[in-house]
């Protein structure tokens, strides 16, 4: 029975997602976000149970990507195409465009399984970090809608993205191997530095916890390199 208890979390990762995506399309991006919040959860305890209980599987591994392409594909994908619907009403196909995200987020997701580089940590922007900063953007709008609802920033935000999912620069991932602040100081103070943002901002400090991410994995890889 322990070996399907994975696979179980991992559903219950996709079950979310498609939960989600219904919730995007219909004009509604703070469920959608709370969802993909409550995938991201089952995704991290999906691998930490399959590691605790000694039952990785290749069928875990694939099942675990089919999961994240509509968690954290579909549903930022369904959020910016809802955005953009709304950035132009009378666009006809324009707000399709969202979509772009979800087709590099599966790319993204098929070259970290056969990418052996990424055993530890990532190359390319992973899809759940992209997936916040997408579902970030409807609460911002609330304070800024001229600028974030503006065609030219959205369509920004998927080449800007999209590149970033797909290209070969080096983030670490915060699975940690061991508490030690030595070998992980650059991790931890990210996430303390992303707690107290969080904190204060909410998911309008989605942004400037993306560009820490990217610093401080520069930092990290530079002194241990």
């Not at 995007?24 to 930490?48: R, T």
């Not at 001229?146 to 590149?163: A, E, G, M």
Request: glycine share 6%.
């Amino acid at each position: 029975m322990k070996k399907h208890l994975p696979n179980f979390i991992t559903c219950l990762n996709l079950f979310s997602g498609c939960v989600g995506v219904s919730y995007a399309l219909d004009g509604q991006p703070e469920v959608a976000a709370y969802c993909v919040i409550l995938s991201g959860i089952f995704d991290f305890f999906d691998g930490l149970v399959a590691r605790a209980l000694h039952v990785k599987s290749p069928m875990g591994k694939e099942l675990d990507s089919l999961a994240d392409v509509v968690s954290f594909g579909l549903i930022p994908g369904s959020v910016l195409y809802h955005m953009l619907h709304v950035a132009l009403p009378a666009s006809g196909y324009f707000p399709y465009l969202g979509f772009i995200v979800t087709i590099f987020s599966a790319l993204r997701l098929a070259k970290f399984n056969i990418d052996e580089r990424q055993s530890t940590d990532f190359v390319g922007l992973n899809t759940p970090m992209n997936a916040f900063y997408v579902i970030s953007l409807p609460f911002i709008g609330t304070s800024y809608s001229d600028i974030v609802y503006h065609p030219v920033f959205l369509i920004s935000s998927i080449v800007v993205t999209n590149l970033l999912l797909v290209s070969n620069i080096r983030l670490f991932s915060l699975k940690l191997d061991s508490l030690s602040w030595q070998k992980n100081r650059w991790k931890f103070i990210f996430i303390i530095l992303s707690a107290v943002l969080v904190g204060l901002l909410n998911f309008a400090a989605v942004p400037a916890v993306l560009v820490l991410y990217f610093l401080f994995s520069y930092i990290h890889f530079k002194q241990t390199a």
